[in-house]
């Protein structure tokens, strides 16, 4: 297998793979595989309910809250948000964090009105704000925060306290990564293929009392009403990636949860960081130490041309994935859940290694 760090869509628990493999044809002795089967049947729907119940259980069964698989991707989200939210005279207030963040508010803005709660755009988005600065504007339906910026390989410690204004979190490169208290959240939403499974599945956990009722006038597909209701079987939903969806979160459950992902989490990312803080500045980590992801290690060496050969010389040696996002260059290491200590670990000797050869 490859060293995998993708950004998405990312690599996937070799475990879950294989199970997968092991179940593809025929599913549960039923002659059919879960993607050839009905979505209106028993099979399919246990697996879609203990889907749900796993993801909540996973998050220490919040009271009130709800789980819908949605598709079209976070960025459908983006629009969804303030479609259902954002009524007249209300505004959507976003942290401005990075690009994610950015797009976020783009959408909304083409909805309703908008407000900046605070922005690091000064700081190049290499930091998250000071929590103290974010203030929602009085009239907001909401507060909105990406809590992971995989462009910029920025990530909230906290997150901020939005009092009675519902808080909404774009976690989709950082969910089940690490413990976090739900009932801070209004909604939470995520697309599926960095943490959670294949793209194709978009998870929104919300308060069940914001996502019950949805304004008439848009479209039905796009009304956070319409999958409540429907337990998200309005239409047909992606059922393969739901299936696979349930089966990452097993393997979860099966690292010690929550809990056992942050804390290898935590090791993967600090051997990382560590090794370029203390490589003399040949590698440079690129956001502010105090806001570092621990899912995307964001860094850069002297020229661009020297990253060129350092993304070349790891290809050849199985590492991908570690080119930057093409907005902003340099390199980028994305260690999601599924990415191994030892493939982290191989990827700090690989780094120790070019830069010997640089002299
Ligand atoms: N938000 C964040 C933080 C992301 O990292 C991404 C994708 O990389 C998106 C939103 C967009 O997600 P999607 O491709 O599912 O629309």
Known sequence: RAYNFNAGPAALPLEVLERAQAEFVDFRESGMSIMEM???????????NEAQQRLLSLLGNPTGYKVLFTQGGASTQFAMIPLNFLSEGKVGSYVMTGSWADKAYKEAKLVGGVHVAASSEEQKFLKIP?????????????LHVTSNETIEGTQYAEFPD????????DMSSDILSRAFDVNKFGLIYAGAQKNLGPSGVTVV????????????HIPTILRYSTHTKNNSLYNTPPSFSVYMVNEVLKWIEEQGGLAGVESKNREKAGLLYEYIDGSDGFYRGVADPGSRSIMNVTFRMQSEDLEKQFVKAAELEGFIGLKGHRSVGGLRASIYNAV???????????????RQTQG
């Open 38 to 48: 009905s979505h209106r049947g028993a099979i399919y729907e246990s697996v879609h």
């Open 130 to 142: 000071e929590l103290s600065s974010i203030k929602a504007a009085d009239n907001a339906a909401y």
């Open 162 to 169: 939005s009092g009675s204004i519902p808080l909404i979190g």
């Open 205 to 216: 956990i919300a308060k069940e009392e914001l996502i019950a009722e949805s304004p008439s």
């Open 340 to 354: 191994p200590y030892e493939n982290v670990k191989a990827l700090a000797d690989f780094m120790k290694h070019f």
